[in-house]
Nanobody, 126 residues
Framework: QVQLVESGGGLVQAGGSLRLSCAASGRTFSTYDMGWFRQAPGKEREFVAVITWSSSSLYYTDSVKGRFTISRDNAKNTVYLQMNSLKPEDTAVYYC???????????????????WGQGTQVTVSS
């Protein structure tokens, strides 16, 4: 189990950038696949991006491809989400989530993630 704390959210104008960070506790961070999800008001939580435990694979939802970049620093127990060219429709609470590398199943399935942060609000104004 890992404890996750997100930071870096805020208010930004359309076209701007933000970098979210997710700090994890525990010595086994490097064995977890790390994902970012988001939830807008009145909508279901949706997958944004994932980076596998070894950083060998990265996946993004189509709406953020080319604009968002996920990365991790296992020495710092931190995963990042660099968000560029932000749009009003990116407004949501962003959550990081962890799942063991041993879990089998699609990366965009929120139910397969074992640990979640408390979320950080991202608001993009038009």
């Amino acid at each position: 189990q890992v404890q996750l704390v997100e930071s870096g959210g805020g208010l930004v104008q359309a076209g701007g950038s933000l970098r979210l960070s997710c700090a994890a506790s525990g010595r086994t961070f490097s064995t977890y696949d790390m994902g970012w999800f988001r939830q807008a008001p009145g909508k279901e939580r949706e997958f944004v991006a994932v980076i596998t435990w070894s950083s060998s694979s990265l996946y993004y939802t189509d709406s953020v491809k080319g604009r968002f970049t996920i990365s991790r620093d296992n020495a710092k127990n931190t995963v990042y989400l660099q968000m560029n060219s932000l749009k009003p429709e990116d407004t949501a609470v962003y959550y990081c989530a962890a799942r063991s590398r041993k879990v089998i199943g699609t990366y965009n399935n929120a139910g397969l993630y074992e640990d979640w942060g408390q979320g950080t609000q991202v608001t993009v104004s038009s």
